[in-house]
């Protein structure tokens, strides 16, 4: 079982940075491929970012060159870091974790994941 917690959110202006982090109780590293996930009110939970088991990332489009993954399997943690943002980036931004025996594959659906955050409340004014 792996617990995941995520940090870092808040209320920040547009054009903004912010850090998020999730640590994970366990030991995770390239055996369990890591995901960003938000949901905005109304909305259904959308696809952020990837990081496979081998450190490669991946993005949506809509936050790619602003937006940057990355993960310390040392300390079991990922993080999000957040550039130039705008209100359309106002969410519940939630980590997720999934045991791949294929450190290469990537995920991009929610479904996919078998553990997830409870959640930060990122809050971006304009």
């Known amino acids: 079982q792996v617990q995941l917690t995520e940090s870092g959110g808040g209320l920040v202006q547009a054009g903004d940075s912010l850090a998020l982090s999730c640590v994970a109780s366990?030991?995770?590293?390239?055996?369990?491929?890591m995901g960003w996930f938000r949901q905005a009110p109304g909305k259904g939970r959308e696809f952020v970012a990837v990081?496979?088991?081998?450190?490669?990332?991946d993005y949506a489009d809509s936050v790619k060159g602003r937006f940057a993954a990355s993960r310390d399997n040392a300390k079991n943690t990922v993080y999000l870091q957040m550039t130039s943002l705008k209100s359309d980036d106002t969410a519940v931004y939630y980590c997720?974790?999934?045991?791949?025996?294929?450190?290469?594959?990537?995920?991009?659906?929610?479904?996919?994941?078998?553990?997830w955050g409870q959640g930060t409340q990122v809050t971006v004014s304009s």
């Open positions: 366990g030991r995770t590293g390239s055996s369990y491929a």
């Open positions: 997720a974790a999934v045991r791949t025996g294929n450190s290469g594959m990537w995920y991009y659906y929610a479904r996919q994941y078998s553990y």
């Open positions: 990081l496979n088991g081998n450190g490669g990332t």
